[in-house]
């Protein structure tokens, strides 16, 4: 497939890159960085960071945490006030995504797909 083309066997095109828009080397990757000239897709980079994320926050480790319920009004909140800004702004939104992950490259990422360019 594409990917096995693109991504493994490309040693000049980074594949992490190309499959999420971010690469754990940054800048000091050894292959390049192709940014599109036109998409529908923003990517929005650490954007949302979670109250509960333990990297970012260790001394919750030794207070108990959040509980759910606050850790999900947290994140509905922060939802609610990304999606009204970037509709107010640019257009109707087809899909909103964040992601919460560890990898100090992707923490708080956001995509987001408009209908219209």
């Not at 800048?27 to 192709?34: I, L, V, Y």
Request: charged residues 20%.
């Amino acid at each position: 497939g594409i990917n096995a083309e693109y991504g493994e066997k490309d040693r000049v095109n980074c594949p992490f890159y190309f499959k999420t828009g971010a690469c754990t080397h940054g800048e000091r990757c050894s292959r390049q960085h192709n940014r599109p000239t036109y998409s529908q897709t923003v990517l929005l980079n650490h954007m949302y960071h979670c109250p509960a994320n333990f990297a970012l926050n260790p001394e919750l480790k030794n207070n108990g945490g959040f509980t759910e319920e606050f850790l999900q009004q947290h994140f509905d909140e922060f939802f609610e006030d990304v999606y009204v800004e970037l509709e107010d702004k640019y257009g109707a939104i087809e899909e909103l995504n964040v992601c919460e992950n560890l990898g100090d490259h992707l923490i708080g990422g956001h995509n987001s797909y408009f209908l219209h360019s």
